[in-house]
């Protein structure tokens, strides 16, 4: 995990990542994902309504993971509907390859096609 924090930090991204429920939720969810990613919980969804994430068959929050540029534009999100699915770190160390700056660094992490 240093190696994909150190990787999105010289790419001058970061990551957040956003699910339904309170704050403990939010805690349970970061020791779940890498320590540099940001974890919010939104209970008055003002994020899931920044992001288009919706309420699904009436009773499910999507939830989502962005990488965010220095200048705090999403410029990848995923958005998921099943517990679990929005954090595809693969998906997103991906992401930041396309957004052409991987000439910043030059060894980007593992499993990073």
């Known amino acids: ?15 957040a990542v956003v699910g339904p ?5 939010a805690r349970h969810v970061a020791e779940r994902v890498p320590p540099t990613f940001a974890v919010i919980a939104d209970p008055e969804r003002r994020v899931y309504a ?13 939830s989502g993971t962005a990488v965010i540029d220095e200048h705090g534009v ?10 679990g699915h929005a954090l595809d ?13 991987a000439d910043t660094h030059p060894d980007p992490p593992p499993g990073v096609d």
Request: no cysteine; proline share 2%.
């Open 89 to 101: 770190l693969r998906a997103v160390l991906g992401a930041v390859r396309s957004m052409g700056r």
């Open 1 to 15: 995990m240093a190696h994909q924090a150190e990787f999105l930090r010289a790419q001058g991204v970061s990551v």
């Open 21 to 25: 429920g309170s704050q403990d939720d």
């Open 74 to 83: 999403v410029r990848h999100l995923t958005r998921a509907t099943g517990p």
């Open 50 to 62: 920044a992001w288009g994430l919706e309420r699904r068959w009436g009773v499910i929050q999507q």
